[in-house]
């Protein structure tokens, strides 16, 4: 596609519930980021995907979070039994490989747990 | 591992007036360097990258000049308009710790600007 693209834009959950997150990253580009964006702070880093390469799941923080990458392309991110401090922006982005390569970001998915 | 530290906001300025706002990093090898802008209600954007030290990117009126010598990348904009308020972000990209070609963006905390007419 042309750019990135995540959905839904917008997911209001009850607390407890599962919530998928998709994102479709540009063709081509091999690597992929999801970050999380709370009201008023910057970029939190959760995971990276690159190529066939075990990905870095550092940032994710805690056991109720998960991400995948099916067929090197689409990701989903998957939060379990949301809390309300899960509520936050999620951010998917995605570059080429090369390290000058700028990484290209989603609209976002606002996830709200009520 | 890698970092970024980047000002802490919120910076606010009239319209016209001189900006800096401050990056440094720690990275292994040499890493590209990125400034991303965030306008309000919008999705993150690349505004200007360097690949190389002494390497000046340029964009709307946006300069940053990657110093190797003082691990740094300020952005700087001689005069700023109302439309510039947004949240800018610094960025760097180095090879990861399996080294190959895992490379990995990390980005600073992000700072605020807000220009008054």
């Known amino acids: 596609g042309a750019g990135v693209s995540q959905s839904p834009s917008n997911k209001v959950t009850e607390k407890g519930k599962d919530v998928e997150l998709r994102c479709d990253p540009i063709?081509?580009?091999?690597?992929l980021y999801w970050y999380r964006q709370s009201l008023g702070q910057g970029l939190e880093f959760l995971i990276y995907?690159?190529?066939?390469?075990?990905?870095?799941k550092s940032g994710l923080p805690s056991d109720r979070f998960s991400a995948e990458r099916t067929g090197g392309s689409v990701s989903t991110l998957t939060i379990q039994r949301t809390q309300q401090e899960d509520s936050a922006v999620y951010l998917c982005?995605?570059?080429?490989?090369?390290?000058?390569?700028?990484?290209?970001f989603g609209q976002g998915t606002r996830l709200t747990v009520v | 591992g890698d970092s970024v530290t980047q000002m802490e906001g919120p910076v606010t300025l009239s319209e016209e007036a001189f900006l800096t706002i401050n990056c440094t990093y720690t990275?292994?090898?040499?890493?590209?360097l990125f400034w991303y802008v965030q306008y309000p209600g919008e999705g993150l954007q690349l505004l200007l990258k360097a690949t190389k030290a002494d390497d000046k990117g340029s964009n709307k009126g946006f300069e940053a000049t990657y110093r190797k010598e003082t691990t740094s990348f300020h952005l700087e904009k001689g005069s700023v308009q109302v439309s510039d308020s947004a949240v800018y972000f610094c960025?760097?990209?180095?090879?990861?710790?399996?080294?190959?070609?895992?490379?990995?963006?990390?980005f600073g905390k992000g700072t605020l600007l807000t220009v008054n007419p």
């Open positions: 990275a292994t090898g040499y890493p590209s």
């Open positions: 063709s081509g580009h091999t690597a």
């Open positions: 960025a760097l990209s180095a090879k990861g710790e399996s080294g190959g070609s895992n490379y990995k963006l990390t």
């Open positions: 995907f690159q190529g066939n390469s075990a990905p870095d």
């Open positions: 982005a995605s570059s080429r490989v090369w390290t000058f390569s700028e990484a290209f």
